[in-house]
């Protein structure tokens, strides 16, 4: 099936410092979201992305995050700076489409952030 | 919070069991999602279910969806030790999916 592909799968930082997580999403999909999962805990939607701009960011996704695709190259989380409570498993998703009724997301493995 | 606090739960059972799922969710939605989580790994969509559908069957798997009382269920027929994993429900809210806390499943061989 298609797949979404996350670099690094693991990133160990100093809090303080930048961050910028990698997302290759399904290739003909138009919408990206950006979820973050704190251990045995649940999906939590922090932001999507359509046609190079934020549709909806969530209260998690603070002013240090940001996102962008430039040129139709990686789907970036940026991080700037860090923080000890950021440390968890960020997970990107794609889908083709969402039009009037929901879609099927597809999510990559995660990149497990460590903020020390 | 979008979900019922019932979400949250653990069961283990044996091979070859069957199990039900359940989740429910307090705001409207026209769709319910069920995603399945195996360990390190993303989720991955097991079953779309829509309003109109009230059942979706997929293998040994079987979704409802019930629009009164805002519930939705997943069943597992013949359970597998791969079945293994975290399953969540998902709704769909302006663009996104909102997901519930899940159900940790263990398949003992």
């Known amino acids: 099936g298609p797949k979404v592909l996350q670099i690094p799968s693991h990133q160990i930082i100093d809090m303080g410092q930048m961050v910028t997580l990698n997302c290759d999403p399904v290739?003909?999909?138009?919408?990206f979201y950006w979820y973050k999962q704190i251990l045995g805990q649940q999906m939590e939607f922090l932001v999507n992305?359509?046609?190079?701009?934020?549709?909806?960011k969530s209260k998690l996704f603070k002013d240090q995050f940001s996102v962008e695709r430039p040129d139709g190259s990686y789907f970036t989380l940026k991080i700037q700076p860090t923080a000890l409570e950021d440390s968890a498993v960020y997970f990107c998703?794609?889908?083709?489409?969402?039009?009037?009724?929901?879609?099927?997301?597809?999510f990559g493995s995660g990149t497990r952030l460590t903020v020390l | 919070s979008q979900w019922g606090e019932e979400n949250l739960q653990a069961l283990s059972i044996q091979e070859g069991e069957d199990v039900t799922m359940n989740c429910s969710y307090k705001?409207?939605?026209?769709?319910v999602q069920w995603y399945r989580q195996k360990s390190g790994k993303g989720p991955a969509q097991l079953i779309l279910?829509?309003?109109?559908?009230r059942e979706k069957r997929s293998g040994r798997l079987r979704a409802t969806l019930d629009t009164s009382s805002q519930s939705s269920s997943l069943s597992i027929t013949g359970t597998l030790a791969t079945d293994t994993a975290v399953y969540f429900c998902?709704?769909?809210?302006?663009?996104?999916?909102?997901f519930g806390q899940g159900t940790k499943l263990s398949i003992k061989p």
């Open positions: 998703a794609s889908s083709p489409d969402w039009g009037a009724s929901a879609e099927t997301l597809y």
């Open positions: 290739s003909n999909h138009l919408y």
């Open positions: 992305f359509y046609n190079g701009k934020v549709m909806e």
């Open positions: 705001t409207y939605t026209t769709v």
């Open positions: 279910i829509r309003s109109n559908e």
């Open positions: 998902a709704t769909d809210a302006q663009g996104k999916l909102i």
